[in-house]
């Protein structure tokens, strides 16, 4: 060895210090409940225990969340002074992130709009800030769908209720009228009748009736039809005692015979036969509605359930649409038809469904 060689010392050696694992389960828990709580958006009751998940797997200091109005809901010491609050109107007027650890505000875009805010206070890291914010923005993402879907579900009932032929009702009420002097006890049942009817078809429902409320329906209606039909219309309705008590979205099987006796069995100058039956397959709740009236092409049929029929024919789609909605893709209508061969609609549930409950 030289002079100028310095000898080699030996590196020393830093303590080993062993990270606490990261249980994935349970950051995975925390990410589900956090998407559970804003599923009313920024100013629903869950919006604390959101910012409370959030805090926790960021490790922050303090998280808030802000809603348009800049109201602001924090889990962890609120900073000092009002910096957040000049920050939290910076992001509100260029809808871009604002300031810097240990203190950023982040705009949450939801469909290309601003939404509200989330705040962190604290040495978090860039990364894990965008993966927070993208958490936060997929659940309000999913609380306006939802919201969405709510609503269109309600308006596709105003358009079935919409749907009622103003034709049927004078007909009907025609034929009540006619019944007054030669059979006044036939006119007073026709008469319950169709305050039974307009009762369960316009009147505010919940989302969820019954197999047997549905049938009711069904019958009550059935019974006038045949008042204004006579002899062109005969019907069988059979359902098993089983099914009765299953909970089902309301308003899906009346629009189904209506169809049936409106578009088949009515068009034909010898009238026909339309069958409604309830049974249990299984776990499934399966309810046929056929009739031997005029039919349709099959073509015809797919653009009616896939809403591109003639206007004012919303029936079949937005049953589909709502049972589908309800139950999943696997669940709605299958129609079977053929011009003269008449109509074939078979409904199919699941006996028991989550969130499916009748109030």
Request: aromatic share 4%; charged share 25%; net charge negative.
């Amino acid at each position: 060895m030289s002079e100028d060689d310095e000898p080699v010392r030996p590196r020393a050696r830093l303590p080993f210090v062993r990270r606490p694992p990261v249980d994935p389960a349970a950051v995975l828990a925390v990410a589900r409940r956090v998407t559970e709580d804003l599923a009313e958006g920024l100013t629903g009751a869950g919006v604390a225990s959101a910012a409370r998940g959030l805090r926790g797997l960021l490790g922050a200091d303090a998280v808030g969340l802000a809603d348009l109005s800049g109201r602001s809901t924090w889990a962890g010491p609120v900073p000092g002074g009002t910096r957040w609050a000049a920050l939290v109107d910076e992001v509100m007027h260029s809808e871009a992130r604002a300031g810097r650890p240990p203190l950023v505000v982040l705009p949450l875009h939801v469909h290309d709009e601003l939404a509200g805010t989330l705040l962190i206070a604290g040495k978090v890291p860039a990364r894990a800030t965008r993966e927070a914010t993208e958490v936060v923005v997929a659940a309000l993402s999913r609380a306006r769908l939802e919201a969405s879907a709510e609503h269109a579900a309600r308006a596709e009932l105003r358009a079935l209720r919409a749907e009622i032929s103003p034709h049927f009702v004078y007909n009907a009420l025609t034929v009540i009228a006619a019944l007054v002097h030669s059979d006044p006890e036939r006119s007073h049942e026709l008469m319950l009748d169709f305050a039974d009817y307009n009762r369960y078809s316009l009147a505010r429902h919940g989302e969820y009736t019954t197999v047997a409320e549905e049938f009711h329906a069904i019958e009550t209606y059935l019974a006038l039809q045949r008042a204004v039909l006579g002899e062109r219309l005969r019907v069988q309705v059979r359902v098993a005692p089983e099914v009765l008590a299953v909970a089902i979205p309301y308003l899906v099987l009346q629009p189904l015979v209506e169809n049936a006796v409106r578009h088949g069995v009515e068009p034909r100058a010898t009238g026909g036969l339309v069958q409604v039956r309830g049974e249990a397959e299984g776990g499934d709740c399966v309810i046929t509605v056929d009739d031997d009236g005029v039919g349709m092409a099959p073509a015809h049929a797919e653009a009616i359930l896939a809403g591109r029929g003639p206007e004012g024919s919303v029936g079949l789609s937005n049953v589909d649409r709502r049972l589908r909605t309800v139950y999943g893709s696997w669940y709605g209508l299958v129609v079977e038809t053929e011009r003269d061969a008449g109509t074939k609609v078979v409904v199919r549930m699941p006996m028991f469904a989550p969130g499916v409950v009748v109030p």
